[in-house]
């Protein structure tokens, strides 16, 4: 019998560009950014969802929307930060994914766009489009993360924008 595996795409909240100098792994959020991060992670956790690991790209931008997502939950996944998830694409996505053991079942990705988004869309036939803070939820019939390839597809459950629940 095929197991199911969750996977969440967190694209990270909005960046500030105040900096001209600093290197883009090294900016921080904005303002707007360290609103909606949070916000997002509400949503997450009023959902029921929490992931068995999260893995997060090394960006300060990741980083920043990583701990603002998860700052009002009692219970906290597994929170791993990856230097190859910086503007990792969907070979490199993939590659990871071939990494992860099996007994976790639910997973979560913080990374950067253009990566997740082609990811996102390449998985699922869709075409959508994965602002800042987007969050996307995809299950999969797998029975290893490790058969995880380019042809595998899953099934779009839910995909929030911030600008869906502003006040």
């Known amino acids: 019998m095929t197991q199911k595996k969750r996977l969440f795409l967190l694209r990270h909240a909005k960046s ?3 900096d001209p100098g600093l ?5 921080p959020l904005n303002g707007r950014g360290r609103r909606n991060a949070p916000r997002m992670g509400r949503l997450m956790k ?3 969802f929490v992931p068995d690991l999260a893995l997060c790209s090394s960006a300060q931008r990741t980083r920043e929307t990583a701990v603002l997502f998860f700052s009002e939950w009692k219970v906290l996944p597994s929170l791993v930060f990856r230097d190859d998830l910086y503007h990792a694409g969907p070979v490199q996505i993939e590659s990871i994914l071939n990494t992860i053991d099996d007994t976790v079942e639910s997973l979560m990705i913080i990374g950067h766009n253009p990566g997740l988004e082609e990811f996102l869309n390449q998985h699922t036939g869709k075409a959508l489009d994965m602002p800042t803070a987007a969050l996307a939820q995809v299950d999969f019939e797998l029975d290893s993360w490790s058969h995880f390839e380019d042809l595998t597809r899953g099934v779009l459950i839910n995909f929030w924008r911030p600008k869906d629940f502003n006040d």
Not at 23 to 27: E, I, L, P, T, V
């Open 46 to 48: 009023d959902e029921g």
């Open 16 to 18: 500030s560009w105040n």
């Open 23 to 27: 290197d883009d792994r090294d900016r």
